[in-house]
């Protein structure tokens, strides 16, 4: 791939001596994050249903609440906000196979490039830009002085990151140019050939999706927020973590199967529906 992994694990590793002088909220929000990628690990797949028709629930009470008065219309906003819950906890209800088909369907389109591009060796690219470098180097620097308050610092650390971002979109467009006309062809049929393996097996084995997308995301969760922890609290044992990005991610794709396996051989056999 374009992006030089490996001098991003670098900057994350730099950072780590940074991590115990902040505040302790930061650290609470790392290990609600760890016990969040526990629980979608081992059982994510009975939690992903509860999610979704919560989430359409609470967008569709937003809707309620908010849409009538915008639009001029004089209905009692704590009635619509009642029907909007209501109807968006249905609507959840019914779209659940459909979300997970087009979740799925995402996830293997933007897969499909990233293993095509390892199959082409294309992470021989062009490293990062030295102001892309320079912009996760200061995405990374971590700390609060004395006289700032937090959410001065908060608004610092996400103007760093959208900084580091689109540096690293603007990296990525820029290999992407550089391709040859074989290449982003190949990488565009593989992102379609994902869509479509995405869209089939979403529609066929959702509970078996559910699962492995579940547990793919609890690991996601699970191995930085304890990963964090370690480097703030135990020194010695976070200073001996890998640095190497294909180590982290092999880690990640290991425990993400392990996590989808539990699920799937777990609790009474039932038809994938």
């Known amino acids: 791939m374009p992006i030089d992994l490996l001098h991003l694990s670098t900057l994350a590793q730099d950072a780590s001596g940074a991590l115990a002088a902040l505040p302790w909220g930061a650290h609470a929000i790392a290990g609600a994050g760890a016990l969040v990628g526990v629980a979608l690990l081992l059982a994510g797949r009975k939690l992903l249903r509860a999610g979704i028709v919560l989430a359409a ?7 309620g609440f908010y849409a009538p008065p915008s639009l001029g219309i004089a209905l009692d906003p704590h009635l619509m906000l009642a029907a909007g819950l209501a109807l968006g906890a249905i609507a959840g209800l019914v779209l659940y196979r459909a979300t997970i088909s087009l979740t799925f369907m995402a996830l293997l389109a933007i897969a499909g490039p990233l293993i095509a591009a390892g199959a082409m060796r294309l992470a021989a690219a062009t490293p990062l830009a030295e102001e892309t470098r320079a912009a996760g180097e200061s995405a990374l620097a971590l700390g609060l002085n004395e006289s ?4 001065a610092a908060a608004e610092e ?7 580091f971002t689109s540096a690293v979109l603007e990296s990525a ?18 992102s379609m050939l994902g869509a479509a393996l995405g869209l089939f097996f979403g529609a066929m084995f959702p509970r078996r999706v559910a699962a492995l997308m579940s547990a793919s995301l ?10 964090w922890l370690l480097e703030a609290f135990v020194p010695a044992v976070g200073a001996e973590l890998p640095t190497a ?20 051989t777990g609790g009474k056999r039932r038809t994938d529906s």
Not at 57 to 63: D, E, R
Not at 148 to 151: L, P, S
Not at 157 to 163: C, D, G, L, N
């Open 218 to 227: 609890g690991a996601g969760l699970l191995l930085p927020s304890a990963a």
């Open 173 to 190: 467009r820029t290999q992407w140019d550089s391709l040859q006309t074989r290449e982003k062809s190949v990488l565009m049929g593989s």
């Open 57 to 63: 629930a609470v967008i569709g009470g937003a809707l």
């Open 157 to 163: 650390a996400w103007q760093r990151v959208r900084s």
């Open 245 to 264: 990005a294909s180590v982290w991610l092999a880690l990640w794709a290991g425990l993400s199967v392990v996590g989808a396996a539990i699920q799937w």
């Open 148 to 151: 700032e308050t937090f959410d």
